[in-house]
Structure formats: structure tokens, C-alpha cells
């Protein structure tokens, strides 16, 4: 299976990266278990198919029918994906099995930095694959680029005060930058390791951009129906529906839930049952599909244009 | 983007049981009094084939979600 044979290459090319520091065992260790649980994805049969991180090699061969190019790209985005979970966990400190939980955070932020660094200097085995040095530096200015505008959102969400609800529009910007500018750039490193045509590379950016709102939009719902946004009160998507279009007791239960003050221990079957009463699940769920609507428009354009998305369209179904 | 017809379909579907009625019996028809893009129609008419928008519930969509749900930290 040609998915296999990708997760193989990318599995081979993060331990080259980690290789220079095999011999510092304590931290090697570390970096390993940070990977880990991607490592395992990559692993699962079902799970590759629709793992982002091999975003980079499935539209590089898309265009050009290579994927080895992109390889290094890919692994770098691969490390730069652990470390930002790390990061995450330190900075929610609400997971008893994080690196910051089970090492300290001092621990947990010297792994992450040491995976952003790994990954800064990977993106250089791009050379032995034959990469011009021009492209080489367009890569690392493009991953940069895009991680920045990751920061920013991150820093959007990290700024919003807790209980202040913000508009559809605002959240939908935040996890444009924070959430979809991580797939956009997967798919605009591939397209670019792939093709100077920059419509093309256009193309692969707006792409990765619908399908990574979709994605984070069903984040969204899967954390109402698991219950774990409603306990920890995370306002997303299907909470800023229900709270605009709601009115009476069943807005008074949002506002106790997701206030400024929420209870410390909030009936999750009950908000639960209130949010699908309401449609809010329901519209959450139309969006998600309405962006997938959208990506697959721009593939079946991309198709037009010579571009071999069938392994793409895997992504949509 | 924020689609404002796109709400008060949802709205009425939900907080209407005319609306939710005739929705069931001929979903084109209610579709075409809202003033939506054709990309959020077939998104729409695709959700409700797919779960059946008014009858879904908590297992049944979970069991359905999108497997890219995992791609990201539940941060947000």
C-alpha cells in the first residue's frame, strides 16, 4: 500500500533526524517518547491515510508523481508538530500523562526546543535529495512563515478573556491561524517541493486551508460530544451558535457552563442534550462539511489542471 | 466566514416543528426559502443524508465524525 510505504519513509527520515543525538541517551529518550504517539499513528493501518503529516509527500506526488522530495519537509513539520504539543501542555498544564506533568516543565520546554531546532536543521537534508538551494531556502522561509502565523493565533486564543463568548467570525479567524495554517503549510511545502507554478502552489494553500477548518471544526463537535470542551468549558464553535441563538433557561444553563464564573463541575449530559436540542451540534457539523465542500471543489479544479488527486480526495470522504 | 442564512435555517429546523417537518418531507423546499451559497446547500443536504440532520444524536454522530477530528490539540 502506498500509504505504508510513505509512513515507512517518514518513520526512517525522523530517526535520521533524531540520529545526532542518539548517543545523549536521557534526552534522545525523551524526543523519542515526545514522537511517539505519532509514531504509533503512523504505524496504524487505518490512521495514515488521514494523518496530516504526510500532507507534504501526498501533494508533491500529486503534481509530479515523486513524493522523496518532500520527505525532509515532511519530518521537519512532523518535529515541529511534537514540539507545539509539548508546548500546548505546558502552557494548559491539564494532561497527567504530558512531559511537563511527568518531567517538569523545565524538562518538557528544553525537548521542545531541541524538536524546533532538529527541525530547523532537517529541512537541510532537502540538499541530498537534490533540492536547489533556492527552493531549499523558499521551504524553510515558507514553514517559518506559516508557523508564525500559528503563533499568532495561539497567542489570539491564549489573549481571550475566559467566559467572554467572541463573534463566529473572530473564532473562525483564530482557528484559521492557529489550526488550518498548519495543513496549508503541509500542502503548500509539497506543491512547492513539486512545481514553480505558483497558481498551483495557490491552489494547495487554499486547499490545505478549507481542509483544516474542517478539521478543527470537527474537533469542535467531537469535544461536545465527548464531553471533554464542556468540563473544561472551552467555547468553540457549536457554544457560540447555542449562546447567540438561544434565548430563556436553556441560555442561562450556556452562560452558567461557559460564563465568566463556570461551575467547577458542569452537568455534561445536560449541555449536551442542550447544544443537539438547539442545533448547534447540527450547525457545527454543516460548516464542517461546507469547507469540505470547498477543498474538494479546489481538487476537482486542481484535477482539471493535470493533477492526480485521488489520493487527495481520501482526505474529504 | 460567518453565514447568516446559514443560522436561521438551522434555527428554524430546530425551533420549528413546521419547519422540522417540512424539512423532512422536502428538504429542497425549505432550502430554497434561506439564501444560501449552492457550496452550503449541498453541505446541508449532505450532513442530513449522511446523519439525518433532525434525528442525530450524540452516538450516532460520534461514531460518524470525521477522523481528521484528532489532527489537532482540543486547545481551542
Not at chain 1, 529518550?29 to 509527500?57: A, F, T, V
Not at chain 1, 517541493?193 to 478543527?216: K, P, R, S, W, Y
Not at chain 2, 439564501?35 to 449541498?42: A, C, F, I, R, V
Amino acid at each position: 500500500m502506498w500509504q505504508e510505504r510513505q509512513a515507512e519513509l517518514l518513520r526512517e527520515e525522523m530517526e535520521a533526524f533524531l540520529a545526532p543525538l542518539s548517543d545523549a541517551t536521557g534526552l534522545y529518550n525523551l524526543l523519542k517518547e515526545s514522537l511517539n504517539k505519532d509514531i504509533q499513528r503512523l504505524s496504524n493501518e487505518s490512521g495514515h491515510s488521514h494523518y496530516w503529516p504526510l500532507l507534504p509527500l501526498i501533494v508533491c506526488e500529486a503534481i509530479s508523481g515523486r513524493c522523496e522530495h518532500a520527505i525532509p519537509a515532511a519530518a521537519t513539520l512532523q518535529l515541529i508538530k511534537a514540539a507545539a504539543e509539548v508546548f500546548d501542555d505546558i502552557e494548559d498544564a491539564d494532561s497527567s500523562e504530558s512531559l511537563s506533568t511527568i518531567y517538569g516543565s523545565a524538562v518538557a520546554t528544553n525537548v521542545a526546543t531541541t524538536l524546533l531546532i532538529l527541525a530547523e536543521k532537517g529541512i537541510t537534508r532537502l540538499k541530498g535529495k537534490g533540492v536547489e538551494d533556492y527552493i531549499i531556502v523558499y521551504v524553510m522561509d515558507t514553514i517559518n512563515s506559516f508557523y508564525t502565523t500559528a503563533s499568532v493565533g495561539q497567542h489570539l486564543d491564549l489573549s481571550r478573556i475566559p467566559g467572554i463568548a467572541v463573534s463566529e467570525d473572530a473564532y473562525l479567524e483564530t482557528v484559521g491561524m492557529k489550526s488550518a495554517s498548519t495543513v496549508e503549510c503541509a500542502c503548500c511545502t509539497g506543491a512547492l517541493l513539486a512545481t514553480a507554478n505558483q497558481e498551483l502552489i495557490d491552489t494547495f494553500v487554499l486547499f490545505g486551508h478549507n481542509l483544516g477548518m474542517a478539521a478543527q471544526i470537527a474537533n469542535d463537535v467531537l469535544g461536545i460530544t465527548s464531553g471533554s470542551d464542556i468540563m473544561k468549558s472551552r467555547i468553540t464553535l457549536p457554544i457560540i451558535y447555542a449562546l447567540t441563538q438561544t434565548g430563556g433557561k436553556a441560555r442561562n444553563k450556556l452562560e452558567s457552563a461557559f460564563g465568566k464564573q463556570p461551575e467547577s463541575k458542569p452537568d455534561t449530559v445536560q449541555i449536551r442534550d442542550l447544544l443537539f436540542r438547539s442545533g448547534a451540534i447540527h450547525y457545527a457539523t454543516i460548516k464542517m462539511e461546507f469547507y469540505k465542500q470547498q477543498a474538494l471543489a479546489i481538487l476537482l479544479e486542481a484535477e482539471e489542471a493535470g493533477v492526480n488527486v485521488k489520493r487527495l480526495k481520501l482526505f474529504l470522504e | 466566514m460567518k453565514s447568516k442564512s446559514l443560522q436561521e435555517l438551522v434555527k428554524k429546523i430546530f425551533g420549528d416543528e413546521k419547519t422540522k417537518s417540512q424539512f423532512m418531507a422536502n428538504p429542497d423546499s425549505v432550502l430554497s426559502r434561506f439564501d444560501l451559497t449552492e457550496q452550503e446547500k449541498k453541505a446541508v443536504l449532505n450532513i442530513h443524508a449522511k446523519l439525518g440532520l433532525v434525528t442525530t444524536d450524540s452516538q450516532q454522530l460520534e461514531a460518524t465524525i470525521d477522523p481528521t477530528a484528532n489532527w489537532f490539540s482540543p486547545t481551542l
